[in-house]
């Protein structure tokens, strides 16, 4: 299994689509700083699941796409992909080749993939789990996280041995497992809390419901009383209601008869009323016809007005039309004349135009036989032309050939040249590399005195910064401890809170009271007593006894509030509270001239109203508490005191003993005291003064540890400068050493040069004599050539002179055929402009044609319109005749009519003054009859209010039958009982009648929830099982492989330092499931040491041993290093390239790296290169390949 191919794209710098395509074996990435090669690190980090953006070298998560160059502009999108190969299925997945997605918007959106289908972070995380390429793995390794690896906590050295063990899957179900309990906790105490609200919502509502069943039972019988009252009434209307309803029906009859007689006087009324209105209907159509009349006869008379006035003008348009045809007829002469000139013109011009077609078809005919002679001569041009190219080729060929040899010759005398200049050059050489060889002996000698100083120097500081060391560990031993003492307090404090916000001490009552005041179900409550004082230090058991349970009275602000609290207390059955109204509570002081007299005496400390300390505004609630209250230091004092005065007070000491009014004495210690409230408090008093004297300690502690720090910090500078010069004289010493044995390798190979260049000198002797004979052959080749050129160009030119007599001839025929051509188009357009006349012609001659017919037409319509309007004319005169008389006649007809209508109107008023009398009786009748239904409908709606009700009450029930109904005795008696229930009922006040089924649903989710707390409990039971069972194996497992850890990192280490011992100790005194990984290491030819005291190569190939012991025991997929081989120096840098060569048989590295000794060990080299500003690109190269190629 191994990593096959990473595609990025939009991945910081890399913009563009990018791949890599990757190889088993050691893979090197190489690139100038800045170019963008530790973006292939953080982009195989995020597609694993990194989630911290920091890791990433970023601030914030739209950090990692692409940002935008100077030529491009910014992504909304990054997206990289790993294509790993499991075809040895280490990974459990039954795929050959995996594929590991994800994708990043710039809105934040982040979404992962495998194998192309959308996953969650969870699912990658699992599928790599113990694969070692997880977040707590060791598969990628920065320069920074090696350091860290010494540096970092010894948890995260064992987070990394347990990916490695494969633990790490039991670490994450453990706290997987650890966070369900913890939910498990939280819920039971939360459904304890609910299981405590619907117990008293319960006990609550079965009162309520007690309450609405009593309520139901005296309404059920108040309704029965109801309903036979208001079935007697219902009855009785009933009745009453029918019989006026047939007194009723008599007087309509009464009305009925009365009411034909004014119906027969009107019926008579009518018919005249109506003989009079057609009469005058009659005259109203006679005057519409005269009407009709007089508009026909002035509409006849404007008629013929208007035909006269239409012929006048008809005759005047007829003279018009006849002038313009005698015009058109003059312009129709003309343009016939015109028309027959153009037409002869026409004719003449076709003839000229059929000649001259002939003539140019003839020169045409001759331009194409001349230019077929040309073609011919063309033909054989190119074919001599040719035989010269050939020629001049061969020439130009011994030409080239020539030039190459007297290069070549040129060159061989410079390579001699060179030669002997380099054999005159390794001559001095070889003297001056022997004086250099003796030159190094002597500073070796010098740099190894130097070495020894600065060891012993280091050795000194080491042995300072040892006890400086242990110094700064037990400041941090002490720190610790009081971190210890301050988590202590804290908690302490927390509980007292805790008590304080319950009201722990309090009583039932008191704290209903204060929770619903809290809530705002209770307004005034001002607060307890006991919450309110203030107590000195020293005096809380005295303030205790002295006010016992007066501490828990409740301040309230007047009466109302306080009967409303007795109220609720009362209802709810919660118990009995003291309340204190500060608007009715009375207070009666000591007399302060007695109390003066007390206080000055020895051992009196004062009235306990006047040392507590309290808000204003509860002064009378606490003068009443504590206003009769002495305060003195024991008991002999106050007994002395009460005996000396005869003041109406209690005496308490500081004790607790109380010396009561009447001289009896309360004391003693109980034996396991609970706290009161006050005691509380000054215990709080007293935790918050230790909280700040231990962070004052550990103020001066973290100071002090800050001055051994800075010390110590300013010998580890020392010391590294002094490693330093120390490694930089070593490194000057190796580097002589080196020097020395490279000048013996050179003046070795110096000989060995010269040599071969002696032997260089006489081969070119021999190619020079060589090339000076080829070329005198090839000067008298090149002759022959060129004598021959010579008589074919003569030949070419002279051909090329026929040629061009030709073409001149050719040119001038073509120029007359031409001129030809344009002379006929010219011709052409002359042709078609003269017909396009004649056209015209013809349409203007048809036009004025049409002109001279239109006038005609017009002519014989005017003339027909006139004798139409004459003989309209005519008939319009008759109907004047005949309409005249008409009209004499309607006017006799009319004032015949108007004698007759007023006899009609006699016969009318007679009948009105005998209708009068007959309506005011049928009036009276009416009158009685509306009575009569206004009584009927009183009991109606009586009845209806009645029937109403009946429904409203009783549904659909049916009313009492008769013989049912109750005595008006009854009645009374049942009305009386209605209304003793009404009072009861108005008792009782308000039910809930919902509370009986709510009461019913509260229980049934009482039982529901208790059977989830016992089902939770065993749940959470189980938990703790599963657990137990998870540490217990994470133990065995990792406990196994950390001794594999151990003897792998012992080896490894030995073999990459050439000796030395190496080992991994798990931290004592710690739970052993947290407890961190150490690292302990003994360096060839040295004593034990601190891993501070190492050098920075030390460390770095420490750390490179331990990551590669792990590899070894437990391999991953890949591993990627980067630039973690910076701070090694040659030394180890082979040491270092050595091994990851050999390991890279088994295991795919990717090494990015600067360093040349990693790059020339590796076997595929991709180069990071920024071709445009701001943009990655990569290159690949094979170096088996490569070298293959290059032979």
């Not at 041009?381 to 290069?407: G, H, I, R």
């Not at 404090?493 to 209903?512: C, F």
Request: aromatic share 6%; glycine share 6%.
């Amino acid at each position: 299994m191994y990593l096959k191919r990473l595609d990025i794209k939009g991945f910081k710098s890399f913009a563009d689509n990018t791949e890599l395509q990757l190889n088993p074996g050691l893979n090197i990435v190489v690139g100038p700083n800045g170019c963008g090669k530790s973006n292939i690190v953080d982009a195989i980090r995020w597609v694993l699941g990194e989630t911290s953006i920091r890791q990433l070298r970023g601030q914030k998560n739209e950090d990692v796409i692409f940002n935008g160059s100077d030529k491009k502009k910014a992504l909304g999108m990054a997206f990289v992909e790993l294509v790993i190969d499991n075809s040895d299925h280490s990974l459990p997945l039954d795929f050959s080749e995996i594929t590991l997605g994800r994708k990043v918007h710039r809105s934040g959106e982040s979404e992962f993939y495998l194998n192309k289908s959308r996953v969650r972070l969870k699912d990658i995380s699992d599928l790599l789990s113990g694969s070692g390429v997880g977040k707590k793995g060791y598969a990628i390794i920065s320069q920074g996280e090696l350091e860290e690896v010494l540096n970092g906590q010894a948890l995260d050295r064992r987070l990394m041995l347990e990916e490695a063990a494969g633990v790490i899957k039991y670490r994450q179900q453990r706290d997987e497992v650890k966070k369900r309990i913890l939910n498990s906790s939280n819920d039971l105490l939360r459904l304890g809390d609910i299981l405590e609200e619907l117990d008293l919502r319960r006990q609550e509502l079965f009162r309520k419901a007690e309450k609405a069943r009593l309520y139901m039972a005296l309404n059920s019988e108040c309704q029965e009383l109801d309903k036979s009252v208001l079935g007697f009434e219902l009855a009785r209307t009933e009745k009453d209601w029918q019989q006026k309803s047939r007194d009723l029906i008599q007087k309509q009859n009464e009305i009925q008869a009365q009411a034909g007689q004014v119906a027969l006087l009107e019926a008579k009324l009518r018919e005249e009323e109506e003989g009079l209105a057609r009469q005058q209907l009659s005259l109203g159509e006679l005057g519409e016809q005269r009407h009709l009349l007089e508009s026909r006869l002035n509409l006849l008379q404007g008629e013929i007005r208007l035909g006269e006035e239409r012929i006048k003008n008809n005759n005047k348009r007829i003279d018009d039309a006849v002038a313009d045809e005698k015009k058109q007829l003059i312009l129709l002469d003309n343009i016939q004349r015109d028309l027959h000139l153009c037409s002869v013109d026409y004719d003449k011009e076709q003839q000229n135009m059929a000649q001259r077609v002939a003539e140019y078809n003839e020169l045409e005919h001759e331009v194409q036989e001349m230019e077929s002679i040309i073609a011919g001569f063309k033909g054989d041009f190119d074919k001599k032309k040719a035989l010269v190219f050939d020629k001049m080729k061969q020439e130009s060929q011994l030409k080239n050939e020539l030039a190459e040899k007297a290069e070549l010759l040129s060159q061989a005398r410079e390579k001699k040249e060179r030669l002997k200049i380099h054999i005159e050059e390794l001559a001095a050489k070889l003297l001056k590399g022997r004086k250099g060889h003796l030159q190094c002996q002597e500073e070796i000698r010098a740099l190894q005195a130097e070495i020894g100083q600065k060891q012993s120097f280091i050795a000194e500081l080491s042995r300072e910064k040892d006890e400086l060391a242990k110094v700064l560990q037990n400041l941090n031993d002490s720190y610790r401890e009081l971190n210890q003492r301050s988590i202590e307090i804290n908690n302490q404090l927390l509980a007292i809170k805790d008590l304080q916000r319950n009201l722990t001490g309090y009583s039932p009552a008191v704290k209903s009271i204060i929770k619903q005041a809290r809530s705002g179900r209770l307004q005034g409550i001002m607060g307890v007593l006991g919450e309110i004082l203030e107590v000195p230090a020293g005096m809380e058991l005295a303030i205790d006894v002295a006010a016992g349970n007066g501490l828990q009275n409740i301040v309230v602000a007047s009466e109302k509030e306080v009967r409303e609290a007795i109220d609720y207390l009362k209802v709810q059955e919660l118990g009995r509270a003291t309340f204190l109204p500060l608007d009715v509570l009375k207070v009666k002081p000591l007399p302060g001239s007695v109390v003066e007299k007390i206080l000055v005496q020895d051992g009196v400390l004062g009235l306990a109203s006047r040392l507590v300390h309290y808000d204003k505004k509860f002064a009378k609630a606490v003068e009443y508490l504590l206003g009769r209250v002495l305060l003195v230091e024991d008991l002999s004092r106050g007994i002395r005191i009460f005996r000396e005065s005869s003041l109406p007070c209690r005496i308490v000491s500081l004790d607790g003993e109380l010396i009561n009014v009447s001289g009896a004495i309360t004391g003693g210690k109980k034996a396991s005291p609970t706290q009161t409230p006050l005691q509380r408090r000054a215990e709080e008093k007293k935790l918050l003064l230790r909280q700040q004297e231990n962070e004052q300690a550990r103020e001066d502690n973290r100071r002090e540890q800050k001055q051994v720090e800075s010390r110590w910090q300013e010998l580890e500078q020392v010391i590294s400068r002094a490693r330093n010069d120390l490694l930089e004289s070593q490194f000057r010493c190796d580097m002589m050493m080196k020097q020395k044995e490279d000048l013996a390798h050179e003046l070795l190979d110096d000989e060995r040069e010269r040599d071969g260049y002696l032997e260089q000198l006489s081969r070119l002797d021999r190619e020079a004599a060589e090339i000076e004979r080829e070329t005198s052959l090839l000067h008298q080749k090149l002759g022959d050539i060129e004598q021959e050129n010579q008589k074919l160009m003569i030949d070419l030119e002279n051909f090329k002179d026929k040629m061009e007599v030709k073409r001149r001839d050719y040119e001038v025929f073509r120029e007359r055929l031409l001129s030809y051509k344009k002379q006929l188009d010219m011709k052409g357009r002359e042709l078609e402009n003269i017909k396009k006349n004649l056209s015209q012609f013809e349409e203007l001659r048809a036009s004025y044609q049409q002109s001279r017919d239109d006038s005609r037409q017009l002519m014989q319509s005017l003339q027909l319109e006139i004798r139409q309007e004459e003989s309209r004319m005519e008939q319009f005169k008759k109907e004047l005749e005949n309409k005249t008389e008409d009209l004499a006649r309607l006017s006799a007809e009319s004032r015949q009519m108007q004698e007759k209508e007023k006899g009609n109107w006699a016969l009318i008023e007679k009948y009105r003054q005998e209708m009068i009398p007959a309506r005011e009786s049928l009036a009276r009748l009416e009158t009685g009859v509306r009575n009569l239904e206004v009584a009927a409908a009183r009991l109606e709606v009586e009845l209806d209010g009645f029937k109403s009700r009946w429904r409203e009450k009783f549904a659909a029930e049916a009313a009492f039958p008769a013989e049912e109904l109750l005595t008006p005795g009854e009645i009374r008696e049942a009305r009386k009982r209605i209304a003793i229930l009404q009072q009861q009922l108005e008792a009782i006040g308000s039910v809930d009648i919902a509370s009986i089924q709510e009461y019913e649903e509260v229980s049934g989710r009482y039982d529901f929830v208790k059977q989830q707390y016992d089902d939770l409990s065993s749940a959470r039971d189980s938990l703790d099982e599963l657990l137990q069972k998870t540490e217990k194996l994470m133990l065995q497992d990792f406990s196994r492989f950390l001794l594999l850890a151990n003897e792998s990192f012992k080896n490894t280490f030995s073999e990459i330092f050439g000796g030395g011992e190496a080992s991994l100790r798990i931290e004592a005194e710690v739970d052993r499931l947290e407890a961190g990984v150490d690292i302990e290491v003994k360096m060839p030819g040295k004593r034990s040491q601190s891993l501070n005291l190492l050098s920075g190569g030390e460390r770095a190939l420490t750390c490179i041993a331990f990551i590669f012991s792990l590899l070894r025991l437990r391999p991953v997929p890949f591993c990627v290093l980067d630039e973690i081989d910076a701070s090694l120096d040659e030394v180890n840098l082979q040491r270092f390239s050595g091994f990851i060569t050999a390991m890279s048989r088994s295991l795919q590295f990717i090494v990015i790296t600067h360093r040349q000794a990693t790059i020339e060990s590796g076997e595929n080299i991709y180069g990071i290169t920024m071709p445009e500003e701001g943009v990655s690109a990569v290159l690949t190269l094979n170096v088996f390949e490569a070298e293959s190629l290059a032979g």
